[in-house]
């Protein structure tokens, strides 16, 4: 079983600076990652698919990176629309299976 | 544009049968490639995967509760139909209908949610 471990739990940054999120899987994920935003009371709303993909929609200032078992989403000058919990989500082949972690809280500093 | 909607009880009792209907618009469950999730997420916790079915009617379930699922599709009605047997105040969560697109192997259009509470 892949476990996904997110880091860290709770990340505090200003407006207008860069956050760096990270997402460790225990086994080789090639480039099987997504990352999804979430706001109270609100749907997960997709990011990031293939590791580095911007979903449709989604502002520049959102990027992906890693593959293996290192992943990074990081926001590149936050907007105060970005405060939210983050999580991250890997597909696995076999046995298949979608594992989520357990998310990073991105909160104003 | 893609919409998804869950429907169906709010409350269950220990040991029943949750049935949750995925209602959906601007996508067809036959076009090649196309899937529906179920995920689940309780009050304050971390999301997790249920199951999916895809266009071809292949279905997968989370190894972990997968004796107690069941994932059907009805493409004629765009509805793509869920249960999960036995009941538990532990499967108190808010349940989410949601697409996955060809090659993404990811979500891109959830649903609301529809909040289930477990509880004698």
């Known amino acids: 079983e892949i476990v996904m471990t997110q880091s860290p739990a709770t990340l505090s940054v200003s407006p207008g600076e860069r956050a760096t999120l990270s997402c460790r899987a225990s086994q080789s994920l090639s480039s099987n990652l997504a990352w999804y935003q979430q706001k109270p009371g609100q749907a997960p709303r997709l990011l990031i698919y293939?590791?580095?993909t911007r979903a449709t929609g989604i502002p520049a200032r959102f990027s992906g990176s890693g593959s293996g078992t290192e992943f990074t989403l990081t926001i590149s000058s936050l907007q105060s629309e970005d405060f939210a919990v983050y999580y991250c989500?890997?597909?696995?082949?076999?046995?298949?299976?979608?594992?989520f972690g357990q998310g990073t809280k991105l909160e104003i500093k | 544009q893609i919409t998804l909607k869950e429907s169906g009880p709010t409350l269950v009792k220990p040991t029943q049968t949750l049935t949750l209907t995925c209602t959906f618009s601007g996508f067809s469950l036959s076009t090649s490639g196309v899937g529906v999730g179920w995920i689940r997420q309780p009050p304050g916790k971390a999301l997790e995967w249920l199951a999916l079915?895809?266009?071809?009617?292949?279905?997968r379930y989370s190894p972990s509760l997968k004796s107690r699922l069941t994932i059907t599709k009805d493409t004629s009605k765009n509805r793509v139909v869920f249960t999960m047997t036995n009941m538990d105040p532990v499967d108190t969560a808010t349940y989410y209908c949601a697409h996955e697109p060809y090659g993404s192997d990811a979500f891109d259009i959830w649903g609301q949610g529809t909040m289930v509470t477990v509880s004698s």
């Open positions: 293939g590791a580095s």
């Open positions: 079915i895809y266009w071809d009617d292949d279905k």
């Open positions: 989500q890997q597909y696995n082949n076999w046995p298949p299976r979608y594992t």
